[in-house]
């Protein structure tokens, strides 16, 4: 099958290239880049005025599946991640059972390969059960296919069981992803600890729960030279000790949300339960320091920490209410309105962020348009605009706080593997 891409921007983060050109896609690879190409026989798509980009890669997703899934399934997962332009994704290890053998690493990849959407990559967990007492079986995982290695949801408590896992990785050449998060200083809180808290009566989670975990894992990688990837920075301290640490060659790499670069705490005001993530949403203070990680590259990668719920477990008292919203759907259209359209990052510098430096903090293949890679794509459409309507999510979670909030800049197409998977919004399958 051969696809051709008629007219659109090539955005090539490798080289930092933007140029009008057409490409071909032929037997799931890119098989040519150029002006005015031509190939007998291709679905030709019209791409003038889009921008086409390496697949979206989203290395933070929770899919629930096994264990879950009423809240989302591989499936539904799979499909609200081609829907918002992703055409790979990591999935953490936090499901029912956990995902910490290699039997359930190839269950989910072999499961998700079958549905032909979004590419799926398990994270293996770094303990058993994620329980933070002794480590999973780290190598049998790598070989089953794990992309990395995390107790994302918990924090790896135990320093001398974190410091063991670093040292199996770096062996393996793996990357560990922290939750930092001490649970002596989070437990009971709710939301950002500060005036909002305090105003609202509810219990605080103090910067410095996150931040004290985010300076004792980065201390462990430069002992360990382990590759140390932090994940869903939200603090201005915490951007503060990354930069520190690459400034010293430390191995580590880090990620925002959207949520946490668009909202603040002052969101939680009228409890709406969708509000309600860890880490929670910090101060303006703390989305202006973020931006500024995003800006200058001390902050690698935006992820969607994608935490889909039932309704019925969103719809209760803010104190009774799961932590975590939706952001698959949601993600590109919130990077372009809030990044790109407000000076904070280039077209470039988005694209980037979204699709070679997840790629490369995982080891797996994406984040480039160069001749033979794998032929996943996604076409933007810079002037496209809608409002967000929960109800047409192909996601299970409704539980979002931008509803009803206006987006530019939307995912138009993605294809994985040369097939195209959706177009305009809508999946392959209801395609006319």
């Known amino acids: 099958m051969k696809l051709l891409i008629r007219g659109g921007t090539v955005v090539e983060p490798v080289d930092g290239r933007m140029l009008e050109q057409d490409v071909l896609l032929s037997d799931g690879r890119i098989a040519g880049i150029g002006r005015n190409l031509s190939a007998a026989g291709a679905e030709v798509i019209d791409a003038s005025g889009k921008l086409v980009v390496p697949g979206l890669v989203d290395m933070h997703v929770h899919l629930r599946e096994p264990g879950y899934e009423a809240k989302e399934t591989l499936l539904t997962g799979a499909r609200a991640a081609v829907r918002g332009g992703f055409t790979s994704v990591a999935c953490m290890p936090n499901t029912n059972p956990v995902v910490d053998n290699a ?25 058993r059960g994620s329980r933070g007492e002794e480590l999973a079986e780290m190598g049998d995982m790598k070989k089953a296919g794990a992309a990395a290695f995390s107790d994302d949801g918990q924090p790896v408590a135990d320093a001398g069981l974190m410091r063991r896992a670093m040292q199996y990785a770096r062996m393996l050449g793996m990357t560990v992803i922290s939750h930092c998060e001490n649970k002596e200083l989070s437990l009971g809180g709710m939301m950002h600890e500060g005036y909002v808290s305090t105003l609202l009566g509810l219990k605080g989670i103090p910067a410095s729960s996150e931040e004290v975990m985010v300076a004792r894992d980065l201390l462990l990688a430069e002992e360990t030279g382990c ?93 009774r209410a799961p932590f975590g919203m939706v952001g698959l759907e ?102 006319e």
């Open 103 to 127: 039997a359930l690493v190839s269950y989910i990849k072999n499961t998700a390969a079958a549905l032909g959407l979004a590419r799926v990559y398990p994270v293996g967990a770094i303990s």
């Open 227 to 319: 590759k140390l990837h932090i994940a869903h920075v939200s603090t201005a301290g915490s951007v503060r000790l990354v930069r520190e640490a690459k400034a010293r060659g430390i191995r580590v790499t880090a990620e925002v949300t959207p949520h946490h670069f668009t909202l603040t705490d002052e969101a939680v005001v009228g409890y709406d339960t969708s509000t309600k993530v860890n880490p929670p949403l910090r101060t303006a203070f703390d989305v202006a320091a973020v931006k500024e990680g995003l800006a200058d590259g001390t902050i690698d990668v935006i992820a969607t920490d994608h935490a889909p719920h039932t309704i019925e477990e969103k719809d209760v008292e803010y104190e």
């Open 330 to 431: 949601t993600a590109m259209g919130l990077v372009w309105t809030e990044l790109v359209a407000g000076g904070v990052l280039t077209p470039l510098q988005a694209v980037t962020k979204m699709t070679l430096h997840p790629a490369r903090v995982l080891n797996i293949p994406g984040g480039t348009l160069g001749a033979g890679a794998p032929a996943d794509i996604t076409i933007i459409d810079p002037t496209a605009s809608e409002t967000v309507d929960p109800s047409l999510f192909e996601s299970k979670g409704r539980n979002t706080p931008f509803a009803g909030r206006a987006l530019k800049g939307l995912p138009w197409a993605a294809i994985v593997g040369g097939r195209l998977v959706m177009a305009e919004r809508r999946i392959a399958d209801s395609l």
